[in-house]
């Protein structure tokens, strides 16, 4: 474990539950939330076999309406 992660998880082991919720929410604003996650990586690798397969529906064959 690095330096710097070290020292961090010792001051929050200090905090209290409140406290370390505060600051989980705050850590949570540094985190890109658009990365796919295995789930999304194995629904695009399906769409894109139904694709090949040519068993998607064109845009314009479906009624909107």
């Not at 001051?11 to 539950?17: A, G, Q």
């Not at 939330?33 to 314009?60: F, L, N, W």
Request: hydrophobic share 45%.
């Amino acid at each position: 474990m690095s330096p710097i992660r070290n020292l961090l998880v010792g001051m929050i082991d200090c905090l209290e539950e409140p406290e370390q919720m505060l600051l989980f929410e705050i850590a949570k604003r540094f985190i890109p939330d658009d990365i796919a996650t295995q789930e999304d990586i194995s629904a695009h690798a399906a769409a894109v076999e139904e694709y090949r397969r040519g068993e998607t529906i064109p845009h314009d064959a479906i009624n909107w309406n």
